[in-house]
């Protein structure tokens, strides 16, 4: 991987201590991914003339992509991602939905589109299909420009359960969960082999460019690495069901690929922590606690859980999930509680002077600490 923006040394140091991080070998503290956006003078880009061409008019997406990052400071393990996307329903998207996007919101919304399971014999991504071209698109002028400069990252796939519940509607989605299991079976068979699909389509354009790769959860590897689970609905399921519909779509993700993440999304998924400790081929969970809920600190049963069932545990502290917190006071409590060698901190800063000094902070915190 090689990018101007990072001086030589500090980016070698970064690449090996992520190597060393997915094999549990990581030394001197915890992965720190530490950004300050904005924190150097930046070319302006003149906006488009609409909402959705922020994202759509691939120039200046990728224009806009390329301003951000050299105008970013990184600091500890950080590096300079881009992950094209069209929101979180842009999986929904590729199968035919009608997709709606708010880039000022970050976001997209799907219109449900499945009102009889049975006119939707097969769930496939037409090669003609706007969203999946455009997208396409996107990722390879990302490829092409970032050469040298920065990682193109996977997609953010809410597929599965998640796209599944885009394109039907989640409380007929939950029906459906009862009374037709054997159609959601059927259903979501079809998403694992499109997230796979999608997957391999992408490697084919990004690998080539040897920077690597990464995902909307930051952090790096030079093999396959994405985050594979995306089951926000799974808040809405209990265990039984979240078992039976998805752990195979789970399970075959984790195997597809080299690194693997899931996202925990909140209280709700808590629940399902024990059969993802099950998936061999997991290596990290991140937890998000949701905005408004006690930082992570708080929630320090949790994060041994996931390291004790042999995860690495990522936290992430940005705006609405604890970008106020003193982040000194955070580094305490876990180096007191939390194996630092299975343990990744991804935070925005204020300052330069700020990041720096949570990097060194976290260094010092962990080599002078003490296990409860």
């Not at 906006?47 to 691939?58: F, G, M, Q």
């Not at 409380?171 to 391999?200: C, F, G, N, S």
Request: glycine share 8%; proline share 6%.
């Amino acid at each position: 991987m090689q990018t101007e923006w990072i001086e030589e040394k500090q980016l070698a140091r970064a690449l090996r201590r992520h190597e060393a991080f997915w094999r549990g070998e990581l030394q001197t503290g915890p992965l720190m991914w530490v950004t300050v956006p904005g924190a150097r003078p930046r070319r302006p880009i003149p906006e488009p003339a609409s909402e959705a061409e922020l994202w759509t008019n691939v120039d200046y997406a990728i224009a806009a992509a390329e301003s951000a990052l050299a105008g970013t400071h990184y600091a500890g393990d950080a590096l300079p991602v881009f992950c094209p996307w069209l929101g979180p329903d842009q999986f929904a998207g590729w199968l035919g939905a009608d997709l709606v996007l708010c880039p000022r919101q970050s976001t997209s919304w799907s219109k449900p589109c499945v009102r009889d399971w049975a006119e939707h014999p097969e769930l496939r991504i037409a090669p003609d299909n706007r969203w999946w071209q455009l997208y396409v698109q996107l990722v390879r002028e990302s490829v092409r420009a970032g050469r040298g400069k920065w990682i193109t990252g996977y997609p953010d796939l809410h597929s599965g359960i998640d796209a599944l519940s885009a394109l039907r509607g989640p409380e007929q989605l939950a029906l459906d969960l009862k009374h037709a299991p054997a159609v959601i079976h059927r259903a979501m068979r079809q998403m694992t082999a499109l997230w796979k699909e999608v997957v391999d389509t992408v490697s084919a354009l990004v690998l080539p460019a040897g920077q690597g790769t990464s995902n909307w959860t930051m952090g790096w590897s030079q093999d396959r690495f994405l985050c594979i689970g995306q089951n926000d609905f799974s808040c809405m399921i209990g265990p039984a069901m979240f078992e039976e519909f998805c752990w195979q779509d789970n399970w075959e993700c984790c195997a597809h690929v080299d690194r693997s993440l899931y996202h925990l999304d909140g209280p709700g998924a808590v629940r399902h922590v024990p059969t993802l400790l099950r998936l061999e081929r997991l290596d990290c969970i991140q937890w998000i606690q949701g905005a408004g809920r006690p930082l992570p600190s708080q929630w320090l049963g949790l994060l041994r859980q996931i390291q004790a069932g042999g995860k690495a545990v990522q936290l992430y502290y940005g705006e609405g999930h604890g970008g106020d917190a003193d982040l000194k006071r955070e580094i305490d409590a876990f180096a007191g509680a939390l194996d630092p060698a299975r343990l990744f901190i991804w935070a925005a800063a204020r300052s330069v002077r700020e990041a720096e000094d949570i990097v060194r902070y976290s260094r010092c915190a962990f080599r002078n600490r003490r296990v409860a």
